[in-house]
């Protein structure tokens, strides 16, 4: 797009002003006023070339870590000379500039390459995309501009940080492939699980010669083998609670992360289930390739406002395996999902729930009648987290700023309280 | 320049004293709110309060030379001023190659109006009108040079484009 500045209708205003006004007064001053202003037009109208400059847009890494740093270079191929090129380069919310100008004007000389590095800081996880990359050409004396937009608008995946778990919650039942749950069933292993006589066929190595010797005849050690899990991860994002930048679904969404990576550690399976405005589901699988899946489905999420009364019904049955441990990350705000989780619960599933808690992104109000109805709020969530406890589902709240492991702590001695 | 027009005095003192005041009111206001529209206005304000010191005056004033290529420097500088946006960090080549341009441009001013006026106060009768289409006629001349200097060494005249960044 190409543009006259108000500085060439103004200059040239004042050229035509000037020189009729020198010949109707018969002024020899007025025409020497403005013969530098007709000189200025000249000169810049004159050196006002439409230049050809290429614009791309380069970023160094793709995918990067929260905390981490990239370099994103814009690359300037110029075939004329451009006296003066003003650069932007619109960066999303997440992403700070560390090192670099982010506007900057600089000058090219014909057949020049200039590639303008930027380091940026991935404050915040999420897809991100790079740009549009706004460039503006002027001529020498700012008469015209050139204004265009680069096309090229490179995507930055930033993965959240995770924290390392050493103790997950540990699954009810077991699947039939080696993993490192210790199984209920008994077979070969090395945890110890009971004594029984002597059949043909067992392996000698079997045998328990000390309870053998004190009953007089053979017995064989049974054990329990070690076998792998389904856990899925369920992640509310009908609602949230937010406040200056963070909120319950970023804190949901770096807690299913962790999991994640520590469910597939120990060689689980995991699988994902975003229920909210968008339903999104990931089947269970292993490896890192399923991390990869599980975080990238993840960095897609956010809230989607809708009315649509989704049940549980809707999620197809290899996603949720019958004997597999759901863990749900969840602010409880919504009744939709709190159905959902009931509903869960009342068809047997081995159900978890940590309430990312609200409260930290609310501010108690100073009125009086409002501070009652926030304790009147929060009185119906305790009450919401014992109806869930009398159905048999183990919920703690964990706070923004308490660690993780402890509100996971507080879930396994429930279930333990329970078991016993 | 607005120095000069008041200081000058005459039939038109209070016009003058009006229009110098006036132009440095836009010119201030232009800058505070990065306006360079406002900078045309504030010269043209400050050649009327020069002109009315100059009334009833038939001498050529060789002052007018200087006046000239003021303004023409204070137009410069403000519509820069103006135009510059506080968050663009221009490189030093940037600002040094406009400023070596706005000085040429300066000088160059003051040899055509040391030119102009000599001639016009040399001639007789129409002096001012052949000035006028004589500056009109170099300007000109200047603009083709110029303009045929610049196109043989940047090649055809092109449109910018923006590179499609290539598909992995």
């Known amino acids: ?420 | 320049m607005d120095a000069i027009a008041v200081t000058a005095g005459g039939r038109f003192a209070l016009l003058e004293e009006t229009a110098a005041a006036a132009s440095l009111l836009a010119l201030a206001a232009g800058l505070a709110r990065r306006r360079s529209g406002a900078v045309p206005w504030a010269v043209l304000l400050a050649a009327t309060a020069y002109l009315a010191g100059r009334a009833g005056r038939s001498a050529v004033d060789g002052r007018a030379v200087a006046v000239g290529v003021l303004l023409l420097l204070a137009a410069e500088l403000a519509t820069w001023s103006a135009d510059e946006h506080p968050r663009i960090r221009p490189e030093r080549e940037v600002v040094v190659r406009r400023l070596l341009l706005v000085a040429a441009l300066a000088a160059a001013s003051l040899v055509v109006d040391v030119l102009l006026l000599a001639a016009s106060s040399v001639s007789t009768g129409g002096g001012t009108a052949l000035a006028t289409i004589g500056t009109g006629a170099a300007v000109a001349a200047l603009a083709v040079a110029l303009r045929s200097t610049r196109r043989s060494g940047g090649g055809p005249s092109p449109t910018v484009e923006a590179a499609r960044r290539p598909t992995d």
């Open chain 1, 1 to 420: 797009m190409t543009a006259a500045t108000p500085k060439l209708a103004g200059y040239a205003a004042i050229a035509a002003a000037g020189l009729i006004a020198s010949l109707v007064l018969s002024r020899p001053e007025l025409v020497a006023l403005t013969a530098p202003f007709l000189l200025a037009l000249a000169a810049g109208l004159a050196l006002a070339t439409p230049p050809r400059v290429d614009v791309d847009v380069v970023v160094d890494q793709d995918r990067l870590l929260e905390g981490d740093e990239t370099a994103v270079r814009v690359v300037l191929d110029a075939s004329t000379a451009a006296d003066r090129v003003d650069v932007y380069l619109r960066l999303p919310e997440g992403l700070e500039t560390t090192d670099g100008s982010n506007p900057t004007a600089v000058r090219l000389r014909a057949g020049a390459r200039r590639e303008l590095e930027l380091l940026l800081l991935a404050r915040r996880f999420g897809g991100h995309v790079l740009g549009p990359a706004f460039v503006r050409l002027s001529d020498p004396l700012g008469f015209v501009r050139w204004e265009t937009v680069a096309r090229a608008r490179p995507q930055l995946r930033v993965y959240p940080r995770e924290q390392t778990l050493r103790r997950v919650l540990e699954p009810r039942e077991t699947q039939l492939y080696a993993g490192n749950t210790v199984a209920r069933r008994k077979g070969e292993g090395i945890e110890f699980a009971d004594l029984r006589p002597w059949l043909p066929g067992d392996a000698v190595r079997r045998v328990n010669w000390r309870a053998s010797a004190r009953r007089g005849e053979l017995h064989v050690n049974e054990l329990h083998p070690e076998r792998n899990a389904d856990v899925i991860l369920f992640v509310d994002s009908f609602a949230e609670a937010r406040r200056e930048g963070s909120g319950t679904l970023d804190l949901a969404i770096r807690a299913t992360a962790t999991l994640a990576e520590a469910y597939l550690r120990r060689r689980d399976r995991v699988g994902l289930i975003g229920f909210g405005g968008v339903l999104r589901w990931l089947v269970p699988g292993s490896g890192v390739v399923q991390l990869y899946r599980i975080v990238d489905a993840l960095l897609d999420t956010q809230i989607v406002l809708s009315y649509y009364w989704k049940e549980i019904d809707v999620i197809p049955r290899r996603t949720l395996p019958p004997s597999a441990l759901v863990v749900a990350l969840s602010p409880l705000l919504d009744e939709r999902s709190v159905g959902a989780l009931l509903d869960l619960r009342a068809r047997g599933y081995d159900l978890a729930v940590v309430e990312v808690s609200p409260v930290p992104f609310t501010r108690p109000p100073d009125d009086e009648v409002d501070r009652i109805a926030y304790d009147v709020w929060a009185l119906g969530r305790e009450a919401l987290r014992h109806r869930l406890q009398r159905a048999g589902v183990p919920v703690a709240e964990w706070r923004d700023g308490d660690p993780f492991p402890a509100a996971l702590e507080e879930v396994a001695a429930f279930r333990r309280r329970a078991h016993a």
